[in-house]
Each structure stands twice: as structure tokens, then as C-alpha cells.
């Protein structure tokens, strides 16, 4: 189910998202029936404290957030489904792709995970050095990755 970003707002139905498939991308070794919470280090930019679990009901967005995950572990993409409320994620739908073409989404609850997603195929080398590269500029400039 979708919310507005306010918490003290109605929460309004969702559209079709309800129905959607939900994955998860990450370098986290998970199992099924294993919870992914807010307030662990985040994957991007400095590492803070996530205050938001990310989800996308799209393949594509789950292998950027698989390649691009911190650490050295292999990518992952999970299934999982939201356990509340879920918002577009204005990390890319407020700046990047406005309509939430990616169906990018972000959580303050946990994300349930149901099953791996074991085929899946990465972003061509130089398209994925492209995007670290850009995220290394950022990081340079002092510019979050991920706004919470």
C-alpha cells in the first residue's frame, strides 16, 4: 500500500502497484523469510543509517541497486513483498524520471523476503563503470546518493 510522504496525511489506495512483483537488490546475503529493515548502514553515498528500505517492481532498477551495492559480495536480487506503507522514491522519481517510470519505491517498514531471483544479467561494463564513475563525481561534490 502506498502513503504520502507526510505521515500524518491519509494513507491513499494504491494504484496498480498492489499487484506488482516487488524486488530488492543488494549485495546482502538473505534467505527467505528474512526481514530488510530501515536503520542498518545504507548501501550509498556515506553509509549513513538508512532511514527507508528501497523496493522497485521493475528488473532493470533491482540490477542498478545490485551492481551498485556496497561491498565486495556477489549482487543479489531478491523478491520481497512491502510489510506497510511504501512511496514513490524521490531519489528518482522527483529528480530523475518524474511518473516513476523505474516503479522505484521506499519504505520506513521492513521488506519481506520471498524468494531470489537466480537468472539475471548484469549492465554491459561500460555502461555500469559510466554509473560508478558519475557516483564518484557526487561523492566528490558532497552530494548524497540517497536523500532521506
Do not use: C
Amino acid at each position: 500500500m502506498k502513503t504520502d510522504k507526510n505521515e500524518d496525511k491519509p494513507m491513499e489506495p494504491a494504484s496498480d502497484a498492489d499487484l506488482q512483483s516487488f524486488y530488492h537488490g543488494t549485495k546482502a546475503d538473505l534467505k527467505q523469510g528474512d526481514l530488510i529493515a530501515p536503520g542498518f548502514a545504507s548501501n550509498y553515498g556515506k553509509r549513513k543509517l538508512a532511514s527507508f528500505v528501497y523496493l522497485t517492481a521493475t528488473l532493470d532498477a533491482a540490477v542498478w541497486g545490485a551492481e551498485l551495492a556496497w561491498g565486495e559480495g556477489t549482487g543479489r536480487i531478491y523478491t520481497v513483498e512491502p510489510t506497510g506503507p511504501f512511496e514513490d522514491d524521490p531519489n528518482l522519481t522527483d529528480k530523475k524520471f518524474p511518473g516513476n517510470p523505474t516503479k522505484s519505491y521506499r519504505s520506513r517498514s521492513p521488506l519481506r523476503v520471498t524468494g531470489e531471483v537466480m537468472e539475471w544479467h548484469g549492465h554491459p561494463p561500460e555502461l555500469l563503470n559510466a554509473m560508478k564513475a558519475h557516483l564518484d563525481r557526487l561523492k566528490e561534490l558532497g552530494i548524497e546518493a540517497i536523500e532521506d
